[in-house]
Every structure is written in structure tokens, then in C-alpha cells.
T-cell receptor
């Protein structure tokens, strides 16, 4: 199973872009990169996912390097409500469960 | 539309008692998952259902844990003879099933906070 590594914590000023990196150097060709976040005392919330191409939705953008060994989640204009733990997950082959690591604790500061 | 719901939201039980936790997935979602999250820790996968069958039970920590799903919808996670180390938030998620196997997301419920005293 591909593993991911993320920084333990990051700070970002309100209104600025938050760029959250993730390394997944052992990712295999048919594995997607997913991002979830968990706001305190809530269940995880889906943000975005991608395979090779960069993706954008109403919440965020996902930039995946050409060799797929790393990716960056971008929150273009971070707000205080974006303070959460952000999980980068590589889907486990054909298996159905997601493997959640410790994630990155993002603090958006006023 | 309605999301994933779980009940109860909080459960306090005495060590040695049995507990049942319930999950109502999003209508039409054939896949259902149980995870648990201990205080300050990441999510730990427990079991996955596709329809009423459970092809992956690899995360169940002991034979005191069991789960079932009926009618391809509601699922119940049962913990027998609860121990203090079972205290955690138990999260349920659902998703579309294997027809979209290479690209799907899981939607999580709010969780059940279990405290074993």
C-alpha cells in the first residue's frame, strides 16, 4: 500500500492561499490521491481527488506532480473555518478502505 | 439530501456491557465502512460492507467486535464485553459501490462517541 507523508502542522494567514504538501513516492499507477479534512469533533469531509491531472472544485485545487510522487492541496483564500486536520490519502489498490495517516493540522490565523 | 446519520451520538457504558452502534448510510450508497478514532489519533479502519456482505473485516480488533448490515442499508456495529480501550469515536461512511471503483469518495457521519467507564 502506498504511504503518504505530510507535515505535522502548518499555519496560514486568513485570506492567503494555504498550500498543503503530501509525498506519496510509492504510489502505483491506478491509485488516486484523495484529500479529506476533519474539523474538530466532526466526521471527515471529502475535499477533492485526482489521478494524474490537476483538479479544481469549489473547495480547493489539487496539483499532482508529473511523476505522481507528490501533490499539493491549495485552499486559495483560507478562512478561519478552514482550520482543521487535512489528510492526504492514496487509495489502497483494489481494496475499499481508506488508510488515514496523522494528517496536517492547519491553523488559519486572523 | 440527507447525509450519513449515526446513533446514538454519545454512549456511556460500564466495562463488560455490550453496546450497539447504528449507521444509516446515504440512500443508494451500496458501500458502507466503519472506522474508529481514539482521542487525538487518526482514523482506524474496522470493516467494509458491499451490500449486505463484508468482504473486508481485517480491521476488527478482536472477536468482541462484529457488524452486520441488512437490506443493503442500515448497519449495526456491536461491541461485546466492552473494555476501557474501546473508548473512541466510531465513524461510519458510505459511498457508491464498485461500479465506480476507481474514483469515488466516502461521506462520513458525525460519529458516535463511546465512553467505557
Amino acid at each position: 500500500d502506498a504511504k503518504t507523508t505530510q507535515p505535522t502542522s502548518m499555519d496560514c494567514a486568513e485570506g492567503r492561499a494555504a498550500n498543503l504538501p503530501c509525498n506519496h513516492s510509492t504510489i502505483s499507477g491506478n491509485e488516486y490521491v484523495y484529500w479529506y479534512r476533519q474539523i474538530h469533533s466532526q466526521g471527515p469531509q471529502y475535499i477533492i481527488h485526482g489521478l494524474k491531472n490537476n483538479e479544481t472544485n469549489e473547495m480547493a485545487s489539487l496539483i499532482i506532480t508529473e511523476d505522481r510522487k507528490s501533490s499539493t492541496l491549495i485552499l486559495p483564500h483560507a478562512t478561519l473555518r478552514d482550520t482543521a486536520v487535512y489528510y492526504c490519502i492514496v487509495r489502497v489498490g483494489y481494496g475499499q478502505n481508506f488508510v488515514f495517516g496523522p494528517g496536517t493540522r492547519l491553523s488559519v490565523l486572523p | 439530501g440527507a447525509g450519513v446519520s449515526q446513533s446514538p451520538s454519545n454512549k456511556v457504558t460500564e466495562k463488560g456491557k455490550d453496546v450497539e452502534l447504528r449507521c444509516d448510510p446515504i440512500s443508494g450508497h451500496t458501500a458502507l465502512y466503519w472506522y474508529r478514532q481514539s482521542l487525538g489519533q487518526g482514523l482506524e479502519f474496522l470493516i467494509y460492507f458491499q451490500g449486505n456482505s463484508a468482504p473486508d473485516k481485517s480491521g476488527l480488533p478482536s472477536d468482541r467486535f462484529s457488524a452486520e448490515r441488512t437490506g443493503g442499508s442500515v448497519s449495526t456495529l456491536t461491541i461485546q464485553r466492552t473494555q476501557q480501550e474501546d473508548s473512541a469515536v466510531y465513524l461510519c461512511a458510505s459511498s457508491l459501490g464498485p461500479r465506480t471503483i476507481y474514483s469515488y469518495e466516502q461521506y462520513f457521519g458525525p460519529g458516535t462517541r463511546l465512553t467505557v467507564t
